[in-house]
């Protein structure tokens, strides 16, 4: 009987179950083909070509053992991006909201106050700014801490001179030391590529909370490595054993809320200047946004900043994080759709919903301060006395720095948009408490009409007002530039070049 049937079978049956066997033998190969190639791909690339030095700064040395990660940090090159509130383009914030150079009198962000470009232009926009001045002597202008976070030559400059002499430096003395921009050797360990913290800030302001940095996992690492730099900081010239020396510190000791820091700078009597209109001890924040993001919801569910702003990518068998450190929002479909399913353009509005509302409240709490500055000076011109201006220069003093705590974080009105709203109402209500107050004061002398507010429209203007030299600053920048700049780059070229590159 099955004879019967296999004769009767059609020939072309056994050959399409031929053909189907060859089509799965064939396939099932090809995958097993490709397995092996990714896997040698994979090891093949992670192979280590050149041996790195325990403080090589030069990123380009790093990208011959690591090509893809090298080439996705070049990207930071690009200044192509830019959204309502942030991107990788420069933007000048002083022509964006003029009332902060009003805010800023007295203090040098008055003068410029741009936001950044990728990681690496982070040594040429320090260069540029007129912040930084134009030092043509290396014992004048700023402190060389300001270098901290600018370079990956600052490892390497701290184990050559020693934390406290680092310190204890200016700006200019060591601006040829440090040309590279920051990259890789700022976050990873030379041999093993582990993350690790190389600015002993941080280390120090945890150990202080009770933390040991070296006890931290590699997702908390993902973020403590940001932190090195992302955050509120200060320069401590009375830390025992380094009294003058400009140490970095971060006003962590009470904890990370802006109440908390404002506490930890009131208790110490200090201030980073004093305002020209208004006298106030005036605070500036840096950019707390560690701090800030630490408030959010991301960081409650164990979200990491490289989760989202380094996000993993594949190519062929491998596997990596993308060192084009920028906005989530230029990578939305791997920073974000990993884990949220909404639309890209769902999601977009979500963020630019939460930052134009938390904006909107900012705007409002500049033009309450500045008028609170402008009206402190009528004050004071007309014979107020420091006991009468003491509770009205602390609100201005309270208000300004919960009001900047937001203003300074690097997209906190998206990281913690619920904090980032309840500090602005802080700011406001410290603001409206000192205009009050003023208004009684300058009553009792004979004042009662209206402080006008100034013609701020323009950020030439604002400067005009609070008796900026412009034209003085911008010639010595310019000057610098092109007098010492070369200086600087010629005398690192000549360093770097007694660089050994051992080959593997």
């Known amino acids: 009987m099955n004879e019967s049937n296999n004769k009767k079978r059609s020939p072309w049956v056994n050959w399409t179950l031929f053909a189907v066997t060859m089509a799965v033998v064939f396939f099932l190969g090809l995958l097993v083909s490709t397995i092996t190639e990714r896997r040698a791909e994979a090891i093949f690339a992670y192979k280590p070509k050149v041996e790195l030095a325990e403080f090589e700064p030069r990123n380009e040395v790093w990208g011959k053992n690591y090509p893809w990660q090298y080439e996705s940090y070049r990207k930071t090159q690009e200044t192509d991006f830019r959204t309502p509130h942030g991107g990788n383009s420069m933007k000048d914030m002083l022509a964006e909201s003029p009332e902060m150079v009003v805010m800023w009198a007295g203090y040098a962000f008055s003068r410029d106050y741009s936001q950044g470009r990728g990681h690496s232009y982070a040594v040429e926009d320090v260069w540029n700014s007129i912040r930084t001045g134009g030092p043509k002597a290396p014992d004048v202008g700023m ?52 993350l690790t913290i190389t600015r002993p800030a941080l280390v120090e302001a945890l150990a202080l909370m009770g933390k040991d940095v070296t006890k931290a996992t590699h997702q908390e690492m993902r973020s403590l490595v940001c932190a090195q730099c992302h955050v509120e900081y200060y320069f401590d010239k009375k830390r025992p054993g380094a009294e003058g020396a400009n140490y970095l510190t971060f006003p962590w000791t009470n904890g990370f809320t802006p ?89 977009l509005k979500n963020v630019y919903d939460r930052q134009n509302k938390v904006a909107e409240v900012r705007h409002k709490a500049e033009k309450i301060l500045v008028q609170a500055h402008v009206e402190a000076k009528a004050a004071w011109d007309a014979g107020a006395a420091d006991t009468e201006m003491k509770e009205i220069l602390y609100d201005i003093r309270a208000g300004q720095w919960y009001w900047d705590y937001v203003a300074a974080s690097h997209g906190g009105s998206f990281h913690s948009p619920l904090e980032s709203a309840r500090v602005m109402g802080k700011a406001i209500d410290h603001g409206q408490g000192a205009r009050v107050k003023l208004a009684r004061l300058l009553a009792t002398k004979g004042i009662t009409a209206e402080i006008a507010y100034p013609d701020i429209s323009t950020k030439e203007k604002a400067q005009e007002y609070i008796g900026l030299p412009m034209e003085k600053l911008y010639q010595e920048k310019k000057e610098f530039l092109e007098e010492i700049i070369p200086v600087w780059k010629q005398k690192s070229k000549e360093r770097q070049a007694t660089y050994d590159i051992v080959k593997k």
């Open 143 to 194: 402190p060389s801490t300001c270098w901290t976070c600018k370079s990956p030559d600052v490892p390497r400059m701290m184990n050559q001179m020693g934390v406290t002499e680092y310190y204890s430096s200016t700006w200019a003395a060591l601006g040829h030391e440090h040309t590279n921009s920051i990259g890789c050797a700022d976050c990873h360990n030379p041999e093993t590529m582990d």
């Open 259 to 347: 109440e908390d820091m404002l506490k930890y700078f009131d208790d110490l009597g200090f201030s980073d200047w004093t305002h020209t209109l208004s006298k106030a001890p005036m605070l500036k924040a840096q950019h707390p946004d560690y701090e800030v993001y630490m408030t959010g919801i991301h960081a409650e569910r164990g979200v990491s900043c490289a989760d989202c702003h380094m996000p993993y990518v594949s190519e062929g068998g491998l596997k990596y994080s993308n060192h084009h450190v920028t906005s989530p929002l230029k990578y939305i479909s791997q920073a974000c759709q990993t884990c949220h399913r909404e639309s890209e353009s769902t999601l």
